[in-house]
């Protein structure tokens, strides 16, 4: 396939990645996550430093570190923080990613692979998902793959300048999420497990040059170690985790409806096995260089998914589909060599892309469409609360999950809401805003629902179904505590009003309560 040629195909690829990347960007509202991203940007940096790094009871206040946040603050400081703008830095490095990951498959196989690569990663929901999303991940799956292609080019003997790039880039991707540190370590076992002798002292000295310019937050770890050892939500992953991670990477990292799991579930798994199969099948008639090119992509891509999931049963839990985008990037340049180079008939070749199609545009729908849990329409509460409010009035949220996005929702509308909410229950796993960086925010939880109720003339409680739910679950328990304090100390005005599965609930008539903190229920 000629250079022009190849470059048209790119060009439609990323077009057509773009534009799929644009759908419904800001019909779905902004998550926590997302919203904390673009309040705790705006701070600055010494605000996000201190936010980040104030030792609260023996660790730090936050976990991550700061490239990604810093260089959405630039962003917001040219395009301004409306859900369209915020996420279209991502929708741009999601798009970038893609043109890298072209290139790196052409380096590894040929142009038509790359092409083929790059389409499958254009069309993944998985990959579409968190360009979509502003948070961290996409900038952290760039700077990954970008550190790949740079360690290839370097080992392939392309100039010294290349592995500098490596270490450089591979510092940048810890300053972004250092849950890198298990990607680039399996990178840095390439010389080991390929026997490479030559290879070992200029991967070390990359590797050093990335940990010399990470130094200055390396220091900082043993208090974030610490913050993630007290408080950390994320569960140990069991045996069978990662196989529901390849249905991520092969459609959607979402709670998908039911009658769609067990097909989701059967394609990831046919793509993978064919996967393996084939490659050993021709294993003994490829080349040296291809082979050397289809195992380093299947470890870098599973053989660092099972580091991380073995440090998260040693260590701790930290195995997150998120942070394994990276890896998805790479499985989808492996299907790209099954499709392309691994001697599967036609006609299979072709019934795998129908299967792949139709999970993936399911999953592309779920994903643009979604509208519950932890996305409701936030922005419909805020406008709908804005015209039901009067003075005096006071809305309380149940926690920081609802809080966030109502305010970010609030700021955007220019609407004054009176909102507090209430602290999580220290030292739970969902303990994860500090008192620091609540500062910073300028956004102080409340202890409990007592003094968040202020006496104000009428209460509004913001609250997930789901965590009433979860409540009720718990045993001995018959109604969730802030409810239940509410209908003891006010009245119910009129009926719940649902925006999918975020209520808001009513109360007025308060009587003359102390406002003096409860216990709560273990």
Known sequence: MSRQ???????????????????????????????????????GLNGMLYGTLTPVAGGAADIHPLLYYLTLNGWIRLFGQSPEMVRLY???????????VYRLAADLFDR?????????????????????????????????????????????????????????????????????????????????LARRRDRLLPTALAAGIAFLLYLPWFINLPGQFSKLQAYYWVPRPSLLRPLLTLRSFTTVALDTPAGWNLPMFFVALLLAVLLFVQIGLRWRRMRGVERHAVGWIVWLAFGSLALLWAASQVLMPVYLD?????????????????????????????????????????????????????????????????????????????????????????QQQNQELPQVYLADRPGSGEDTLARPTQEVLGLLAEP??????????????????????????????????????????YAVEGEAVAFEDLLIIPFTGPDAYEPVCEARPE
Request: hydrophobic letters at 60%; charged letters at 10%.
């Open 5 to 43: 040629k190849t470059l048209r195909w790119l060009v439609a690829i990323l077009l057509l990645a773009f534009a799929l990347r644009l759908v419904n960007l800001g019909g779905r509202t902004l998550w926590y996550d997302e919203a904390f991203a673009v309040l705790f940007a705006e701070t």
């Open 112 to 192: 038509r692979t790359g092409l083929a690569a790059a389409l499958i990663a254009g069309l993944a929901p998985f990959a579409i998902q968190y360009a979509q999303e502003t948070r961290m991940y996409a900038l952290l799956a760039l700077l990954l793959l970008l550190a790949t292609w740079c360690y290839l080019r370097a080992w392939r003997g392309r100039g010294r300048g290349w592995w500098l790039a490596f270490g450089v880039l591979a510092a940048l991707a810890m300053y972004t999420q250092q849950l890198a540190a298990f990607y680039l370590l399996a990178v840095g076992l390439t010389p080991l």
């Open 448 to 489: 409990c629902i007592a003094p968040a109720a202020g006496g104000a003339e009428r209460v509004w409680l913001a609250i997930f179904q789901q965590e009433e739910a979860q409540y009720l679950a718990m045993p001995g328990v018959e109604e969730h505590p802030h409810l239940a304090w509410l209908r003891d100390h």
């Open 90 to 100: 991502s929708v741009l490095i999601g798009v970038l990613t893609v043109a890298v």
């Open 322 to 410: 998120r942070a394994l985008l990276t890896q998805g990037f790479l499985f989808f340049a492996a299907l790209a060599w099954l499709f392309v180079r691994g001697g599967l008939p036609g006609a299979i070749r072709l019934f795998l892309a129908g299967l792949w199609l139709v999970v993936a545009a399911a999953g592309y729908v779920f994903q643009v469409t979604w509208h519950t849990f932890p996305n409701p329409p936030f922005d419909q509460a805020a406008t709908w609360l804005a015209g039901q409010i009067e003075p005096g009035d006071r809305i309380v949220h149940s926690n920081k999950l609802t809080a966030l996005p109502m305010i970010y929702y609030a």
